[in-house]
């Protein structure tokens, strides 16, 4: 596609339920990063893969958290067992590391509202 | 630890005038600097990158500044528009599509 897809748009789940968090980078690039939104506050960096290295995790708030990138595309974000504080919106972006300005390109994120 | 601080939480100013948002920034020494606008609802979008041996930066309407003594970056925009508001957020940057570091963001009002 031509931007960063993300599904769902809206994910409303009870508290300690599973949920799975979707990104389709855009094509080629070989950077991407998940960041989480809480209302009205900054982002905050959560993980960064980069092509076949080893991600950076360290942005991971707590082992509920996991996230895999497969195949070098596709990423899922997976939050285990949630709790309220959970809620948040969660953004994805992708970057080209040929294009070399670091700009991240953002989808429009995932809405989780844990009850 | 790292820490960046963008202006007061809100700026409402006059159609026409210009703004200026602040970007401070501690305990980091940033490859570069991007800033990033996001309107509600929606993902961030990049608006202008800066390196650290550049002073100024400008794209139309907007102007960055980067002061890596005073650790300090300003987002200008000049002939200011209703359609301008929106929350702007600046991040920093150690390497080439490396992890960037986000600030709280400024929301900005343009009042006609």
């Known amino acids: 596609g031509a931007g960063v897809s993300q599904s769902p748009s809206n994910k409303v789940t009870e508290k300690g339920k599973d949920v799975e968090l979707r990104c389709d980078p855009i094509?080629?690039?070989?950077?991407l990063y998940w960041y989480r939104q809480s209302l009205g506050q900054g982002l905050e960096f959560l993980i960064y893969?980069?092509?076949?290295?080893?991600?950076?995790k360290s942005g991971l708030p707590s082992d509920r958290f996991s996230a895999e990138r497969t195949g070098g595309s596709v990423s899922t974000l997976t939050i285990q067992r949630t709790q309220q504080e959970d809620s948040a919106v969660y953004l994805c972006?992708?970057?080209?590391?040929?294009?070399?300005?670091?700009?991240?390109?953002f989808g429009e994120g995932s809405r989780l509202t844990v009850l | 630890s790292q820490k960046i601080e963008q202006n007061s939480e809100a700026l409402n100013i006059q159609e026409g005038k210009t703004a200026t948002l602040t970007c401070n920034y501690t305990?980091?020494?940033?490859?570069?600097l991007q800033w990033y606008r996001q309107d509600p609802g929606r993902g961030p979008v990049f608006l202008l990158l800066?390196?650290?041996?550049?002073k100024e930066k400008r794209k139309e309407r907007l102007k960055v500044t980067f002061d890596t003594t005073l650790k300090q970056s300003l987002f200008h925009i000049t002939a200011s528009q209703p359609a301008d508001s929106a929350t702007y957020l600046c991040?920093?940057?150690?390497?080439?599509?490396?992890?960037?570091?986000f600030g709280d963001g400024t929301t900005l009002t343009v009042k006609p």
């Open positions: 972006a992708s970057s080209s590391t040929s294009e070399g300005t670091g700009e991240l390109f």
């Open positions: 800066i390196r650290e041996n550049e």
């Open positions: 991040a920093l940057g150690n390497t080439n599509a490396g992890k960037s570091t």
């Open positions: 893969f980069q092509g076949n290295s080893a991600p950076d």
């Open positions: 305990n980091y020494s940033p490859a570069y």
């Open positions: 094509s080629g690039h070989t950077a």
